[in-house]
Structure formats: C-alpha cells, structure tokens
C-alpha cells in the first residue's frame, strides 16, 4: 500500500511530461513550421519513447499497488491509453494533422474520465437536502461540526430482553457492547478497503481524486453515513452497492482513522 502514492506521482509527472512534449510538437504541426518539428522530433526521440514506456510501466505498478478493488472507469481509461499512444506516436511521424487532433482530444477526454471518475465525465449530482451546517456543500468530503445528538449512546441495557434482572441485563449489554463493535470494526475495516481506500488510501489521508483527508474530518457518525450513502462532488453514493448496515460500518470504521 505504501508504494501507491509513489507509482501515482510518478506516473503523473510522467504524463504531464509526455502531454506537454506532445502538445509542444502538435502545436509545430499544425501551424506549418514542419522544420522545427522535424528538428525537435530528431532530437528527442528517445525521450518520447522513454516516456511512453514509462507510463505503460507506471500504470501498471498503479494498478498492482491499488488498494482495494478497481473501479471499472480505471480499466477503460488504461485501454484508451493503450490504444492512443502508439495512435498519438504514429499520427506524429507521419504528420497527420487529423491523427494528432482526434488523439489530443482522446488525451483530453482519458484526463476527464480522471478527474470526474465517471466515463460519462459527470459528476455525481449533489442530493436533495444536502445542505446545513451537518452536510456543507463543497469538493470532495464535506465538514460538518459533530452534535451531540447524532452520535448519542444507546442505553443497550434499558432494551435488554424483558424478563431479565437489572444485574443481568446489564451483563448483556456490557458484553454485546464488547463484541459487536469490533466485530462491526473489522467488517467496516474490510469495505472501506475494498470501496473507499482507491481514493482515500488505507489511512485516509491519500486524497486522490479530490478525496478528504478523513484523520482531519469532523463529521459525526450521522453525517459520514449521509456522505457513504449519497455521495458529494466527486464521491459517489453507495446506497445502491451496500446495505445501510455495511454503511454504518464505513462511516464508523472511518472514525477511527486518525
């Protein structure tokens, strides 16, 4: 896991430079100066091949390294990028000015599917109701001051099964208290890894993709429940893949990263 911030800078720096080496030549390209193309593509030929082979590798470190399950927008970008570098390379030295605009703006819609997470380039729409100082509008997680309300304790001995002295229902809450929440822990532990560490990391603090650092979030149980469910900004809403349940176990788990 620790090595997924690395391969992901990497594979960023390594990107940029290729983008901005390609748009560089494009920009010779179609404005007709074919000697100075000619020239810088003479020159840094085994630079741009470096690149390319670079982001094939850096993307695939990505990909190995990834913490928890890859979303399927991940794959469909990798294949358009596997199909428009050698595109982009050949469009390049045969100077095929359509060649090198049509796979431009498949770079440019491969950077969109990035940055939005959604193949469609549409971020999730903001909820209904998703407004207040409990669910503040705003990219990536949203703050929220707890309230003691929200996250109020359930006198578990007080809805003990009826029939039961005071002393016992009181032992049966101190030991339900004792071993639901870890395992509740343990189960949230395990989704957030498999749904949620893509972007956030296993510590919360990876912030890819706009994701908050959860260690400095203040929202209360009740509002990362929201958060799980319906989704904000570039966040998505589980309410369709994961039970209330299993959200409560996120949003819980979640909490204790810090």
């Given at each position: ?86 595109l982009a390379i050949a469009a390049m030295r045969r100077q095929q000015k359509l060649g090198v605009v049509l796979t431009l ?119 990362r429940v929201y958060m799980v469910t319906n989704g904000l900004g570039k966040m998505p809403g589980f309410k369709d893949q ?17």
């Amino acid at each position: 896991m620790a090595a997924f911030p690395f391969f992901l800078r990497l594979h960023l720096v390594v990107v940029l430079a290729f983008l901005l080496f390609y748009l560089l030549k494009a920009g010779l390209l179609l404005s007709g100066r074919l000697d100075m193309l000619r020239t810088l593509r003479a020159r840094t030929r085994i630079v741009d091949s470096g690149l390319g082979l670079l982001i094939l590798a850096s993307g695939g470190a990505l990909l190995a390294t990834l913490p928890g399950s890859v979303p399927g927008w991940v794959w469909v970008k990798l294949g358009l990028v596997l199909v428009l570098l050698p595109l982009a390379i050949a469009a390049m030295r045969r100077q095929q000015k359509l060649g090198v605009v049509l796979t431009l703006l498949g770079f440019v819609y491969v950077y969109g599917v990035s940055e939005t997470g959604s193949l469609a380039l549409q971020k999730p729409a903001v909820p209904d109701g998703a407004t207040g100082p409990a669910y503040a509008s705003g990219p990536g997680l949203a703050e929220a001051t707890a309230t003691p309300e929200a996250d109020a304790p359930v006198d578990t001995a007080a809805h003990a099964a009826p029939g039961l002295s005071a002393a016992e229902a009181a032992t049966l809450a101190a030991a339900t208290e004792a071993t639901e929440p870890a395992e509740a822990l343990a189960a949230g532990k395990t989704l957030f890894l498999q749904r949620c560490a893509v972007c956030h990391g296993p510590d919360g603090k990876l912030g890819l993709n706009g994701a908050h650092d959860l260690t400095k979030s203040n929202l209360n149980t009740a509002g990362r429940v929201y958060m799980v469910t319906n989704g904000l900004g570039k966040m998505p809403g589980f309410k369709d893949q994961l039970t209330e349940e299993q959200i409560r176990q996120v949003a819980e788990y979640s909490l204790t990263l810090k």
